[in-house]
Every structure is written in structure tokens, then in C-alpha cells.
């Protein structure tokens, strides 16, 4: 069976099975070169999954993107039920942070963060919500959240759930972050430092010196919890957002780990850095990620295209992006996934069109999955 009829079954399953999605959701992608392959001579896997779904991803991400290069962009989306998500993001963490533990984490903590947002439509963002002592104003960047500089200042959330969460941005600048105390409920989890060295990004479109941590805290009884964070030591605390488990609507987000290079003497690893071992790391973390929030009930699957591609075969001459063949099955390991948790949309085309020219500027080629 040829693979577009392979999707085309799947599709008809699905739809059979009456797993259909609510009428406006509105379809996302988020990555790095392996997802906007402008200027690449293939036909990327988004167009295949517009072709065949009959909708249009808009397509958020930039080549050379890192974990948090894309913080920005996901931050700004209002999720909403329904919505599908697709992130793949990985290639470039792996080779600058390599396995350095402390640099690792920030890749792991801000795909947490990327993940979450895009996975809970119900949150609270610290300019929205939560009490605050002490003087706090606005942050400059990512526009939701909220910073002080004074010692004991604190800012509490209430939100109901068996796992919350809660997100604090991590910086470069021993200037811009400060230590920090998490309370649950009136009980400490712990004490922490938004202090990042190293943190800053290859840069996509220019070196970003920020991320995110998303603090999960899991195991709790049902109900109401108070989160509290307080700044204790000198600096800038700066919060972003914090939600529970309970949630009345599940977007789904649809994860895709990272890929093998070739390994070879001038391409692939060796031109772009990183190794194997290296990629098994970031793939083991992406599945732990996964796992956490399927525990927690959200709609979070992983897409493992590591193992649909074949490092000799479907990789261009730089060892690193996929040709034609490596798109075909990034599609159909994303199609097929999507069939399994039966999220096939009955949205006319030109609703989802006219949502997606309301999210994003639309301007450069789709067929290679230029960001729109």
C-alpha cells in the first residue's frame, strides 16, 4: 500500500470511528530548518499534512531555531480547543549544549514550557492573574509576565489540579535572574536560581540570551493549590505563567524528536556537531517530557522520527536535512500519530485559511514550508 493511500485509510478511519475535531481549531507548527525548509528543494512534510488534511499549518518555525529562540513566538499563542500542534526541536540544542548537564536542562525545562503552553488552554499569566507583596512591574520580553527586584517579594497563583505548574524565565545575565523559593500550599518544594550561564542560543534570527523553566510539581490531591515564589536573594525574579492539570478543553501537541545526521568524515555530524549519544539523550528526554504529560492527562504524543529515517539514505548531501523521501515519512509518522489520537478536523479549508491570515503574515512559498 503506497503511502498517500496508507493516509488516506488512516484518515477514513478515523472519521469512521467519529473522532473529529470542534469546528474552528486551529493547526500550529513550531521547529527549526527541518520543519521551514525555504530555500531547501523538497516538499516538506507541513505541505504533505496540509495536502491530505485539507488545512493549513501555520508555520512558526525558523531555521536555526533552539528551544529558546522559539519561546517567543509559542508565548504569543492563544490556544484554544481543538488546536493541534506540531513541535520538533532538538537539532541545534544537541550540538551547542551538547550533554553538558546544567545546559541540557535548559533544553529539557524550556521544551517543557513550550509543551505545556501549547497543551493547557487554561492558564494564568503573571500579568493576568495572582496575588503579588512587593513591587513588580511588567517583563520586557515575552510579554506575559511580571519581575521584581526586592528581596521577600513574592507572587502566588491558585489553580486546581493533581500536577501544577508554573514557569520562571532563566537568563544568561547573573543581572536579569535572582534566586527563588517555591511554595505549595504553604509547604517549600524547593529553592531555585533563574541564573542560566551559557543559556544563550545559536541564534535564529539573532542570539537569544533567555528561556523558560517549567517547574512541574505532580502527585498532589484534587482540588484548589496555592503556588507561592518568592525571590530570596539579590537580582531580577521575572514569572511568567502558571496552570493545573484540570483543564475543561485538550489541545493536542504532537512532539517529534530529534533526528539522526549522517556520520560521515565532511557532513553530518562532523560538520555540524553533536553525535549519536548526544541525540539519545535529547530523544530520552523528549520521551520523559511525553510520558510526564500523558500522566498528567493532557493530549501530548510523541512522533518518533529518529527511527523513520534513515541517516544514509534520506538525509541531503549536508547530513543533516532531509530530502524528499525523509519529508515523505516525517508526514506520515506525524499523519499516523494523528489518526491514532483521531484528531482529523472537519474544518472547511477556507475557515482554517481565514485563521491562519489572522495569526500570521502569509507571504513566502508553502510548498517548501517557508514560516507563514
Same mark, same amino acid.
Given at each position: ?66 528551544? =529558546? ?6 508565548? =504569543? ?47 494564568? /499569566? @503573571?500579568?493576568?492573574?495572582g496575588g503579588e507583596t512587593g ?14 527586584s526586592t528581596v521577600g517579594a513574592?507572587? /502566588?497563583?491558585?489553580?486546581s489540579g493533581t500536577t501544577v ?43 537569544? @540570551? ?10 498532589? @490531591? ?10 530570596? =536573594?539579590? =537580582? ?130 508553502? /510548498? ?5
Amino acid at each position: 500500500m503506497g503511502k498517500k493511500t496508507m493516509m488516506r485509510f488512516l484518515c477514513f478511519v478515523a472519521l469512521w470511528k467519529g473522532l473529529i475535531a470542534p469546528a474552528l481549531a486551529t493547526d500550529r507548527s513550531f521547529g527549526d530548518s527541518l520543519t521551514n525548509t525555504d530555500g531547501q528543494r523538497v516538499t516538506c512534510y507541513l505541505s504533505e499534512l496540509n495536502s491530505e488534511l485539507s488545512t493549513t499549518f501555520n508555520n512558526f518555525a525558523v531555521p536555526g531555531s533552539m528551544v =529558546g529562540d522559539q519561546t517567543p513566538v509559542v508565548l =504569543g499563542i492563544n490556544v484554544a480547543a481543538g488546536d493541534r500542534s506540531t513541535i520538533m526541536l532538538g537539532a541545534n540544542d544537541e550540538r551547542h549544549y551538547g550533554v553538558d548537564s546544567t545546559k541540557q536542562s535548559y533544553y529539557r525545562d524550556g521544551l517543557r514550557n513550550l509543551i505545556g503552553w501549547l497543551a493547557l488552554a487554561k492558564k494564568q /499569566t @503573571a500579568r493576568s492573574a495572582g496575588g503579588e507583596t512587593g513591587p513588580w512591574r511588567n517583563t520586557q520580553i515575552q510579554g506575559i509576565g511580571r519581575t521584581t527586584s526586592t528581596v521577600g517579594a513574592s507572587k /502566588t497563583f491558585t489553580v486546581s489540579g493533581t500536577t501544577v505548574y508554573v514557569a520562571v524565565i532563566l537568563a544568561d545575565s547573573a543581572g536579569n535572574s535572582a534566586p527563588y523559593s517555591i511554595g505549595i500550599d504553604g509547604v517549600t518544594q524547593g529553592d531555585y536560581s533563574s541564573s542560566a550561564p551559557g543559556v544563550t542560543s545559536i541564534g535564529a534570527p539573532a542570539p537569544y @540570551a533567555y528561556t523558560d523553566r517549567l517547574h512541574r510539581f505532580a502527585g498532589l @490531591a484534587a482540588g484548589n493549590h496555592t503556588i507561592t515564589l518568592t525571590q530570596t =536573594g539579590t =537580582g531580577n525574579l521575572s514569572i511568567e505563567w502558571a496552570a493545573g492539570n484540570t483543564q475543561t478543553v485538550f489541545p493536542h501537541v504532537f512532539v517529534g524528536n530529534v533526528i539522526r545526521q549522517a556520520d560521515a568524515s565532511d557532513f553530518g555530524y562532523s560538520k555540524w556537531g553533536g553525535n549519536d549519544a548526544n541525540v539519545a539523550s535529547y530523544n530520552a528526554d523528549i520521551a520523559r517530557l511525553v510520558s510526564e504529560f500523558r500522566s498528567d492527562g493532557l493530549a501530548v504524543s510523541l512522533i518518533d522520527v529518529h527511527s523513520a529515517l534513515n541517516n544514509t539514505t534520506d538525509l541531503s548531501l549536508d547530513g543533516l536535512h532531509p530530502v524528499q523521501s525523509g519529508q515523505d515519512k516525517i508526514a506520515a509518522a506525524f499523519y499516523a500519530a494523528m489518526a491514532e489520537e483521531g484528531t482529523f478536523a472537519s474544518v472547511p479549508i477556507y475557515r482554517r485559511l481565514v485563521n491562519g491570515l489572522a495569526e500570521a503574515p502569509v507571504g513566502l512559498t508553502t /510548498t517548501r514550508c517557508a514560516k507563514n
